[in-house]
Nanobody, 115 residues
Framework: VQVVESGGGLVQPGGSLRLSCVAS????????MNWYRQSPGKERELVAS????????NYLDSVKGRFTISRNNAKQVIYLQMNSLKPEDTAVYYC?????????WGQGTQVTVTS
């Protein structure tokens, strides 16, 4: 099983980034896919999730209207489009796949929002 994030980086406030997460080694279409984030001294928090059938999405209140999660089951990839970024969005962003007791994590990608 592999879950690999990419797309993080340094961006100014108000800017945009798109994170990608490529998965392999499991039946991707069966899994709810999530983006979490963790900043120093804080607990990991769920940022966005998308159901296996892409029929529903959920977002952390503080990112609603700014972030969009999407998935492509054929390519086994999910995305997190992040617009209007704020300094408080600075964190390591993790991709997560869940189905029943199965729970897979990537290594994380750093997003830093600073002027």
């Amino acid at each position: 099983v592999q879950v690999v994030e990419s797309g993080g980086g340094l961006v100014q406030p108000g800017g945009s980034l798109r994170l990608s997460c490529v998965a392999s080694g499991f039946t991707f279409s069966w899994y709810v896919m999530n983006w979490y984030r963790q900043s120093p001294g804080k607990e990991r928090e769920l940022v966005a999730s998308i159901s296996s059938a892409r029929s529903s999405t959920n977002y952390l209140d503080s990112v609603k209207g700014r972030f969009t999660i999407s998935r492509n089951n054929a390519k086994q990839v999910i995305y997190l489009q992040m617009n209007s970024l704020k300094p408080e969005d600075t964190a390591v962003y993790y991709c997560n796949a869940k189905s029943g007791s199965a729970d897979y994590w990537g290594q994380g990608t750093q997003v830093t929002v600073t002027s």
